[in-house]
C-alpha cells in the first residue's frame, strides 16, 4: 500500500462571474515513504491547485471530488475534522514563495515553536530544543535561531521555510517550487538538501515545479501535468528518452543546459 495515493482528483473554482474554472481534471498519483517524485508543468497546469486540495487548503470557491489516501485511510472524506490530525503531522507543504513569506518582526526559533506549540508536539525548553535540531538538519548553524528572517540569504530562507514544515515530524512533505527564486547554486543545495532529508527522514517528497532539470536531478519518477490533467507519469529517463507527449519534450528542452549535465 503507498504511503500517498491521489485518486481522481478533480477541483473546480466557481468564479464571481457564476462561471467555473476546471482547474484540476483526474488527477491520480502514489507515493510510498520516502520516495520523491516530480509534480511538472507549466505556470497555470494546475500544480498548486493540486497539492493545496490534498492538504485542505483551498480557498471556499473550491469544490473538490476524488480521494486522498494516506496509508489507505481517506483525508478528504471526513471534511476538515478529518484533516486537521493529518494537516502538517503527516502532510506537510512548503509554499510556493514561502522564504519571502516569513514573518519579518519575529525571530525564526520562535517561528519554528509555534507550530510545535499549536499542533501539540512539544513546548516550552523541549520546543527550543527540535528547533535548534530543525536548524542543524537543514544545515542552518542553530545559533542563528536568534536571526530575523531579513538577516539570512534567501537560500537560508527557504532552509527556514522546510525546516518550519517539518516541525511536526511529517511523513510527507509538499514542496511547491521551492527553487524557482533562487540561483542555481543555492537551487542545487536546497535539491540536494530534499533528497538528503528523504534519505535521512524517510520522508516522502513532492516536488513541485516548472522545471524539469529540477526533477530530473532530484527524483527518479515524475508526472507532467498538463491543462489539469496528468499528460504523462514515468521514470524521469523513460519522460527524457521516450516522451509519449509532445508537451513533456517542449518542457524538456525549455531547460537544455541544465539537463545535459544531469543526462551525463
Ligand atoms: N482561487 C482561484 N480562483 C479561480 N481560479 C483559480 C484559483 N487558483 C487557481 N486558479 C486557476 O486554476 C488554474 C491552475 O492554477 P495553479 O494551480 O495556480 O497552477 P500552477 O501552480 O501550475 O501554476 C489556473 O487556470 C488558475 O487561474
Ligand atoms: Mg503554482
Redesign the pocket.
Known sequence: MPLLEVRDLH?W???PDGGE?H??RGVSFALDRGERMGLV??????????I?AVMGL??A??SVAGRVLLDGRDVLAGGEEGLRPIRWRRVAMVF?GAMNALNPVRRIGDQLVEPMELHGVARGRRARLRAAELLELVGIPPARARAYPHELSGGMRQRTSIALALACDPSVLLA??PTTALDVMMQAQILELLGRLADELGLAVVL?T?DLAVVAQTCARAAV?YA?EIAEAGTVDDLYHRPRHPYTRLLFEATPDLWGEVAR
Open positions: 477541483v473554482f466557481e468564479l474554472v482547474a484540476v508543468g507549466e505556470s497555470g497546469s494546475g500544480k498548486t491547485t493540486a493545496m483551498l480557498p470557491s473550491a510556493q511547491d517550487e513541485v516548472h501535468l489539469g
